[in-house]
Structures are given as structure tokens and as C-alpha cells.
């Protein structure tokens, strides 16, 4: 199929739908797969590692937005009230191999980094209901809590233009102890890449 043809055709199409693409844009993710290297537009200021680890200096760092709800287990979470502490954001969904294969290492570094003042914080997406969500947790030994977000309202709004956002499902995001985002990645992860994400802005001063 010829690709500007088809796109002229779908035109009208377009115009109708786009309110609604933008509304539910981390909907539109690619599931279990890859984005792009900067989120949002704008300038990110972000360095990109060969491990698919992209990192912001300090002095250009933004701030989440709200990022709040209920969790799985319908209580209150605030990523805010959370600041002193570096805060691993994890994106997945029970339906997601990729999120499957390294839910045992994120289960595992949490309770070995508790300790160091690191948090751990799921965001669920795309699960309908609630069980296969906490039957994924219950089986692969995740202890730290997950705010449920079926439409993806909250990785749409949660990040700000111009900061390193999830692009993907699964992804992780990694907070300095002001709250700000330092580290991205867009793919899953096994121990030692969490661990370089994370292990750095424990000793940050």
C-alpha cells in the first residue's frame, strides 16, 4: 500500500479520533515494547548509556507531577509524600512477559535497598480488574505497593513535558530524594541494570 495515499484518505478520520489518541496516550504504548529515547518533546537533558539507560544530570532535573491514587489493595498512595527517598516508579501489567520475566529481580533489589532509603513503587496499566494484577504480585513475591491504573491516566498526566517519561510497557523510572526524575529506562530489567540505576543516587549527595 502506497503510505501517502492511505494517509490522505485517512485524513478526515484522523481529525476525529486525535482528542481521543491524546487522551489516552499511554494506551497507545506499544505493549511489551519499545518507545523513543526522549519523552514528552522538549529538551529532556538526558544522557543516553549503551546499557538503555538514559540519566539526567542533577542541576537538569524536573519534578513528577501528581502521581497518586489507590493501590491494588484500595489504599491511598502519593508519590509526593514520598521525597527523601529515591523512588524506583515501575510501569507493567500482569499480561506483559517482558514485565513477567523481571518482576523476581525488582522484588528482590527492593527488599535489599529498603534499608538505603529506596522505595519501590509498581504502576499497574491495563489490567481490567484488580485479581490478575495481585495474583502477578502474590506469585512473583512483589512486596512494595502498585497503584492501579487501568486507562493509563496516570502515565500520561504523572510526567511532565520535557522530562524522561515511560514510552513502554514495562518501564522504569527512578526519583532523586527531591522527587525528580534521574534515570529512565524503556525495556525490562534484570538486577545489575536496576542496580546501576538506583546505586548512584543512593550515595548522591
Not at 538514559?54 to 508519590?79: F, P, Y
Not at 514495562?170 to 524503556?186: C, E, F, N, Q, Y
Amino acid at each position: 500500500m502506497n503510505f501517502g495515499s492511505a494517509l490522505r484518505r485517512s485524513r478526515r478520520p484522523l481529525r476525529v479520533v486525535l482528542p481521543v489518541a491524546v487522551a489516552a496516550m499511554g494506551l497507545a504504548l506499544s505493549a511489551c515494547g519499545g518507545g523513543g529515547t526522549s519523552g514528552g518533546g522538549g529538551n529532556t537533558n538526558f544522557v543516553a548509556s549503551t546499557s538503555g539507560i538514559d540519566t539526567v544530570a542533577k542541576n537538569g532535573r524536573k519534578a513528577v507531577d501528581d502521581i497518586s491514587g489507590q493501590t491494588l489493595e484500595g489504599k491511598k498512595l502519593d508519590v509526593a509524600s514520598l521525597k527523601g527517598k529515591v523512588v524506583v516508579l515501575n510501569i507493567w501489567g500482569s499480561w506483559c512477559p517482558p514485565c513477567r520475566a523481571e518482576a523476581p529481580h525488582f522484588a528482590k533489589v527492593a527488599k535489599e535497598t529498603e534499608a538505603k532509603g529506596v522505595q519501590f513503587v509498581g504502576i499497574n496499566t491495563r489490567d481490567a480488574n484488580k485479581g490478575s494484577a495481585i495474583a502477578f504480585e502474590k506469585d512473583y513475591g512483589v512486596g512494595y505497593p502498585s497503584l492501579y491504573d487501568p486507562t493509563g491516566k496516570l502515565i500520561v498526566e504523572g510526567f511532565p513535558k520535557g522530562t524522561l517519561n515511560p514510552q513502554a510497557i514495562p518501564s522504569t523510572i527512578v526519583l532523586d530524594r527531591d522527587g525528580k526524575i534521574a534515570a529512565r529506562s524503556l525495556t525490562a530489567l534484570g538486577e545489575t541494570e536496576l542496580r546501576k540505576m538506583i546505586d548512584p543516587l543512593i550515595t548522591e549527595k
